[in-house]
């Protein structure tokens, strides 16, 4: 099938998406959002109350704090995707359960095959023990690169600790730093296949 149907059958499903309780409150689903091609994604926690509302990803204080970031390591916030554990806003801007997360983790794994960045950065405690381990603490394990099915695995503070607590702002630039340089040590991947055949007979 076409990637972008690929891609549009997924938005629709998180549009649609009845799976848990979180559909009953939220006003929209937040799929994420980004270059769907892009070496480096960035994974949260799930929307807040501005992303709920327009149904974009990390576009409140969190989010404009993240393209900051983004924009100190030379990307833009366009050549990255964007994406959270959860796709629906818990009410009161609490924790993502378990069920809930793994009711919508299915769509993260598709979400992560569909664009196959080089680089997956967890931010935060919630995204670490979903995507890299259910036991590790964020404290220990931020800064560390961990190799796993040909991706490259980091995590970092959430923005919004950040935001909490400023003093943890040198151990995520560090963090960025890293990030940084392993894009320049990985350089971009190889087109996907079917691009390739999307420009077969243009010449
Ligand atoms: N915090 C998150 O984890 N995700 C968002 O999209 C916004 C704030």
């Known amino acids: 099938m076409d990637y972008n149907k690929l ?3 997924l938005i629709r499903a998180v549009m649609t998406c009845t799976n848990c309780q979180l559909c009953k409150t939220r006003t929209n689903s937040v799929p994420g959002e980004g270059n769907r091609d892009a070496d480096l994604m960035f994974i949260g926690e799930g929307p807040g109350r501005d992303e709920d509302l327009s149904g974009r990803p990390f576009v409140g204080k969190a989010g404009q704090l993240l393209d900051k970031m983004i924009e100190a390591i030379d990307l833009k916030r366009e ?4 994406a959270n554990i959860v796709k629906c806003r ?3 801007n609490r924790e993502p ?3 809930e997360a793994r009711a919508c983790l299915p769509y993260l794994r598709r979400q992560v095959y569909l664009v ?3 680089i997956i950065v967890c ?3 919630t995204a670490v023990r ?3 381990d259910k036991k590790a603490g964020i404290t220990r394990i931020r800064g560390q690169w961990i ?3 040909g991706y490259w695995l980091i995590a970092t503070y959430h923005p919004a600790a950040l935001l909490r607590d400023p003093a943890k702002k040198y151990d995520a630039w560090e963090d960025f730093k890293k990030i940084r340089a392993k894009l320049d040590e990985l350089g971009s991947k190889p087109p996907r296949q079917d691009a390739l055949m999307e420009t077969d007979g243009d010449e």
């Open 147 to 149: 190799e796993r099915k």
């Open 130 to 132: 979903y995507v890299i």
């Open 7 to 9: 891609w549009d059958n």
């Open 97 to 99: 359960n378990e069920g």
């Open 123 to 125: 931010l935060g405690a």
């Open 116 to 118: 196959r960045p080089r």
């Open 90 to 92: 818990p009410p009161g």
């Open 79 to 82: 050549d990255v995707y964007i």
